[in-house]
């Protein structure tokens, strides 16, 4: 099985390739090969088959970057949503222009691959008071989640015509992200774990009852490895996902986080911030996500787990990342 | 006030050019000067202002297109169904490309635009049994339907980010469509009258139960005017509208033809055609179309009008330009 993930250098996509790579199969069969590809080429690391890892601009995807005989492509390359918002040109060409590309490279393949497209819960807007089932319509509040959506149509369509085989997910917002805080209105539900447990004060500009619909890297790269292996003849048309993530409070997130090192939450100061607290307040709390559970994608684990996983697979690489 | 037609020189596009020169309004406003771009240049005609006519590429749209002080842009150029089935890369070039080429336009210009687009029932799937609602999600069944149904995404996107103010109109089958019989798989429903009027035999390759959701050309026009002038602030984000078309069964609309022309109906042979019925067998026969009455849009003429609005508007000059 020959596999390719399209923005392998970033945090999902290294996390999905260290565990394919880890775990030597996908779907039971074994891996024979793997390209990474993203803007900047990613590092390489020991892996059980052979690895090319490629740098490149996805709208203008090198032929390297999907051989012939790819079994699976995981398309994880894009701009978020900030730089979405901030460059409109930068958005459409990753995000649009890149997934025609890859849809282009698909019909190129002697038979159609599996994709594995990673959208979003930005393709929604909704508000703290709403709950979504799996009929929502996807009315996007901003520019990634507009291309997303747009994205996901064009995929379906794909797949409609034979070109590939393509399972969409709308991942919810995963935390805890490792690394460093960035400019993304979502940066605090992770930083408000991430920096306390490094011993650092941190920020929370919504109130401690805001909700949020959240996943875990863990349960992310889980549910991407099922979607390169599970049976699609039941999805039809419809090939795009609401996946089981969990609708948790802020508050919820600080009391476990407690619970894993008692009072680090004192680090978390409450500073209120309209801006930010209008961005994410549009953003839906909660799905009833009904149909990716009856198609095998595996509930999430409580959210003690969550903060127990970040601190074994992410604290101790973060901290020396960072200097701490 | 300044205006464009973008696929000025196809069947509705031409209708509304005439309707506009005629009126030389456009909510309440005088008309100042005139665009009308298609493929091939349209044919001008005597209008109370310039009428300028060019031909081109949409997906290479070129600024005289759209010229600077553009006020309202009607954007109805698109490859049509069964071409865009047909050819992938085409109808991805004009449905979409050519729609990325008017909001780059519209950037361009010093004032948002008002732009009008034509989508359609196409973006949704349903089939005989299925009444869809304004809340029903789009799932596309054919390529085409996917290319407009992300277009309305990316204008509605392109309106946020205050690009434009776009109204997305989605579109009955038109029927009667004077000309001449096309390859497209709903051509028989404006068919059946057509021919027939014309003293010709034609073929139903559906039951006389079959159910389709449709509109006169006069009302399009109607719809695409009030699109153009309608305060679009109760749209909100969500600037696409089911029309109130009328759900007829290819039965009644033979009957209304019969208390026009008594006895023409005797010119339509049942032949069934599994493939086309699978077609148009999978759109949805009705709508609940609620939002667009309440936004001021003209509920639909009596089926028996749209039979006589055809022999008043269409019947004789498309028997002289068929040589009949």
């Known amino acids: 099985m020959r596999i390719t993930i399209l923005g392998g250098g970033g945090f999902l996509g290294r996390k999905l390739a260290l565990r394919l790579a880890e775990e030597g199969t996908l779907g039971g069969r074994p891996i024979t090969a793997m390209t990474l590809f993203d803007l900047a080429a990613p590092a390489p690391f020991p892996a059980p088959f052979p690895l090319t890892c490629l740098g490149g601009d996805i709208a203008e995807l090198p032929e390297a970057a999907i051989p012939s005989g790819t079994d699976v492509i995981f398309h994880l390359a894009a701009v978020v949503s900030a730089a979405a918002e901030a460059d409109y040109d930068l958005g459409r060409r990753v995000n649009l222009r890149g ?23 930005a393709t929604f807007s909704g508000g703290q008071g709403s709950i979504l089932d799996d ?82 890297p863990r349960s992310a790269v889980g549910w991407l490895i099922h979607a390169a292996a599970m049976d699609t003849a039941p999805l039809g048309l419809d090939r795009s996902l609401n996946l089981p993530g969990m609708s948790v409070k802020v508050g919820e997130i600080l009391a476990a986080m407690d619970q894993v090192r008692q009072g680090a939450s004192s680090l978390v100061k409450r500073v209120a911030d309209p801006v930010i607290a209008g961005i994410v307040g549009g953003w839906p709390p909660g799905f009833r996500a009904e149909r990716a559970p009856a198609n095998g994608f595996a509930r999430h684990e409580p959210l003690i787990d969550v903060i127990r996983a970040f601190v074994a697979d992410d604290l101790e690489a973060t901290r020396l990342d960072r200097g701490l």
């Open 99 to 121: 997934t025609d590309a890859v849809i282009d490279a698909c019909r190129r393949l002697a038979a159609p691959p599996r994709v594995v497209f990673t959208s979003s819960i």
């Open 135 to 216: 009929g929502a319509r996807q009315i996007p509040a901003n520019s990634y989640g507009t291309q997303k959506a747009a994205a996901e149509m064009l995929l379906a369509d794909a797949t409609r015509r034979g070109f590939m085989d393509a399972v969409c997910l709308r991942l919810p917002t995963i935390i805890v992200r490792p690394g460093r805080p960035n400019k993304a209105a979502s940066s605090f539900f992770s930083a408000i774990v991430r920096e306390p447990m490094l011993g650092l004060e941190t920020e929370l500009p919504v109130p401690d009852d805001f909700a949020v619909w959240v996943a875990s």
